[in-house]
Each structure stands twice: as structure tokens, then as C-alpha cells.
């Protein structure tokens, strides 16, 4: 655990310095504040994480390994093939598990201050409200029990989960060519990027959350929106005090505004002048 801590935050600094040093996308707001923001909230996600879903998680997997319970076990593979038949069901499950929390409104309320940030770097990676990782509980016991996922499978899938979260969520430019073909296997910064728009159907896409394939299999991938062109947040939540600490904690428990438009009433639409042709090939 404390390796994987120890190499979760040296990609953490690595991709900070890098984002400072050539970003993909200007800045729109100070930087200390939300900082703070976004690591108290993390901080209080982990905590929750901790006391809730691990607990869980870890007797679940016990009880897999003891009983070989699940649909893993059950299948007629090897032991490596298993493994990787496993890494791709968590990340499967985590596709569904994302779409879900944008369609159903209740889970929206709380994914939705992840969405609020102005901006989008590493310090976005692990804002995720603790109500929702405490709801998350639900699907996490299903996705281990029905799985049948085992410590080794877990952990594996954790680290590759926790590692490209930071990268994906970063401000940091890569080479367009190569991010291109980092595309094709990977969710990157440009992808991403474009799910945290503040147009509703570019926040519609791109749904995955390690691999990229499951946005190509299930027709939601949309890479041709150019990262200049990109308000990053959701279109609702943009006063000056939408994204103080206090307000993004208690802003599941609001009244919640029509999320889509702005304070003044108005729309977010696409000039669709500017779109590449192909949703399918990644614009700078």
C-alpha cells in the first residue's frame, strides 16, 4: 500500500510539473484556491473510501479466494488469462458505472462536483464528493462479488485505475500524434478534457475510464472537438462562489439549477464550424 501511495504521488508531481511547464488548456482561475478545494475534498473522499468501501472490498475478495465464487472462477481460463479477463471487467463495469452516475439524477447531484471545477488538471483527478463514493459501495460489492475478483486482479486494476486517472484529468500537452496513438488504447487529456465540457453532449462522451475501447464498442466516443475550443465545468455552476469548498460539500443537498445553461438563462452551443469531421480522430 504504501508503494503504490509512494508511486501514485510521484506521478502526481510529475504531471504537475509538466502541466505547469506546457499546459493544454489556459487556466481560468487562481490556482492556491482551488487547490485547497480540490485536496480537501479528495482527502474526505479517501477518508470515506476507507471506513466504507475497503472494508467491504477486502472480505468480499477474501471470501472469493476462500469459496471461488463468481463469474472469474467459473470461466475455463488460465490463470493469466483469467487475470486479464478480470482487469477488463473492472474496467468494463467501470464504464457502466460512470454513465450511470451522469443518468440517474441522484448520483448526478453528487459526480456533479467533480464536473463544477473550472478548470481541469491533477488537482481535479480525485475531487469526487464522499457522498459518492460512499454510493459507490453498492457497485463496488457488486462488481467484486459478482466478479469474483480475487487481491491479485484488485490491486492490479487499482493501480492502473489510480495511475491514469492523474494522467487523464491532467493539463498537460502532449504531442498530438502521440497522443493519438495513446488514444487508441488509453483515456488521455484531450479525451478526457472533452467530457469535462460545459456542452452537454460533449459531456455525453467518453465515458471510459481506463481503457478507451469501451467508448469505441458502445458508439460514445467523441474525439474531434479541439481542446481551445473547450469551457471546461458545467455551465450552471460558474459564479465566482460556485467552487468554494463549502458550497461544492453541501451542493448535493441544494436546490439544483438546470445544470445546462447559464446563470443568465442561456444555452452552451457547439460551433459545429469548428468540429473535426471524424468523432473518431483525436484534434489538438
Known amino acids: 500500500m504504501l508503494r503504490s501511495a509512494l508511486m501514485v504521488a510521484a506521478v502526481a508531481a510529475a504531471l504537475l510539473a509538466a502541466e505547469r511547464w506546457l499546459p493544454l488548456r489556459r487556466r481560468t482561475s487562481g490556482f492556491l484556491g482551488r487547490l485547497a478545494t480540490n485536496v480537501t475534498i479528495s482527502l474526505l473522499a479517501f477518508a470515506v473510501s476507507a471506513v466504507t ?20 472462477p467459473a470461466l475455463p481460463l488460465s490463470g493469466a488469462a483469467r487475470f486479464v479477463v ?44 464522499g457522498g459518492e463514493v460512499g454510493l459507490s459501495l453498492v457497485f463496488r460489492a457488486l462488481q467484486v462479488g459478482l466478479l469474483g475478483v480475487t487481491a491479485p486482479i484488485y490491486f ?35 479525451m478526457h478534457g472533452i467530457h469535462h465540457s460545459q456542452v452537454r453532449r460533449e459531456t455525453d462522451s467518453n465515458f471510459s475510464v481506463v481503457l478507451s475501447c469501451w ?22 455552476y460558474t459564479l465566482p462562489g460556485d467552487n468554494r469548498l463549502w458550497h461544492a460539500l453541501l451542493l448535493p443537498f441544494r436546490r439544483q439549477r438546470d445544470y445546462w445553461r447559464l446563470p443568465d438563462g442561456s444555452p452552451v452551443e457547439r460551433d459545429e464550424a469548428i468540429v473535426g469531421p471524424d468523432p473518431r480522430r483525436l484534434e489538438g
Open 53 to 72: 468501501v475497503q472494508p467491504v472490498v477486502a472480505w468480499l475478495m477474501g471470501r472469493n479466494s476462500a469459496m471461488a465464487r463468481g463469474l472469474l
Open 86 to 129: 478480470g482487469l477488463l471487467l473492472m474496467d468494463l463495469a467501470f464504464y457502466w458505472w460512470h454513465r450511470v452516475n451522469h443518468r440517474w439524477p441522484w448520483l448526478w447531484r453528487f459526480h456533479n462536483v467533480h464536473h463544477i471545477d473550472p478548470d481541469l488538471d491533477v488537482t481535479t483527478s480525485f475531487r469526487f464528493h
Open 156 to 190: 492490479a486494476y487499482e493501480a492502473a485505475f489510480q495511475l491514469n486517472t492523474l494522467f487523464q484529468h491532467s493539463n498537460a500537452r502532449l504531442p498530438l500524434r502521440l497522443e493519438r496513438i495513446l488514444s487508441r488504447v488509453l483515456v488521455t487529456p484531450r
Open 215 to 236: 467508448d469505441v464498442l458502445h458508439g460514445t466516443l467523441r474525439l474531434n472537438v479541439p481542446q481551445a475550443a473547450i469551457t471546461i465545468g458545467v455551465p450552471a
